[in-house]
């Protein structure tokens, strides 16, 4: 089981989260966002991939900010489009293939352009109240990586509320997902029924709930969580 913590924001508290080693830190580009993020990304353990998170944003911004942070996962928050994953990818390839074209002729010099060690993973979010029709995920099975289901909330995201995960019950795809929502230490016991089940539930994905202010992750709050639910993977 992965974990991604999200709504990165300052220094010293992403250093201190990345020692516990999370699969994904999150980091929103979203300026209606209380954890917008802007700022600088101090160097983390390559196993963690630093995570855009973005709301209807133009495609050509996404793949700046890809680029000036060396994003490794672009989370699609906002209503996109499959036609517009599908430009998205489609730039982001062209860029890769003539960023390594370049290199071919440019020995080893500082002040390249950034190449991501893989293709960029896209996720999709999709908010969840109490009933979701699941048919609307079908056209995006092809062009996204991971689905993320949240809470439907008035934010797009860190509302702090969980969605009733029965409803995931009628997942009918075998497409992986991030389970998010107001999820915290108080759901421990119910994430052991729902991360033994046979839905596909790639990564867990927290951030309010282990706030002491919006942004600034509880060190130690955090560490109890991934020990029980990482760790041990809930059986």
Known sequence: MKLKVCGMKYTENMQQVADLQP??????????????????????PNAIKKTGVFVNEHIEIVISLVEEYRLEVIQLHGDESVEYVIEL???????????????KSIKKKKNQHYIARNDVEIIKVFGIKDTFNFDILQPYL?????????????????NGTK????????????????????????DLEQLKIVLNSNLPIYALDVNSKF???????????LKKFSENVILSEMK
């Open 163 to 186: 969605f009733d995960w029965t409803v995931l019950e009628n997942y009918p795809y075998e497409k992986p997902f991030f389970l998010s929502g107001g999820i915290g230490l108080d």
């Open 211 to 221: 706030e002491s202010k919006p942004g600034v992750k509880n060190i130690q709050e």
């Open 89 to 103: 990818k489609k730039q982001l390839a062209e860029n890769r293939a003539l960023y390594i074209e370049e290199n």
């Open 23 to 44: 699969d994904y830190l999150g980091f929103i580009f979203y300026e209606k966002s209380k954890r917008n993020f802007e700022g600088i990304i101090p160097e983390l």
């Open 142 to 158: 092809e062009v996204v990586d991971f689905f993320l289901f949240d809470t439907k909330g008035k934010e797009r995201g860190g």
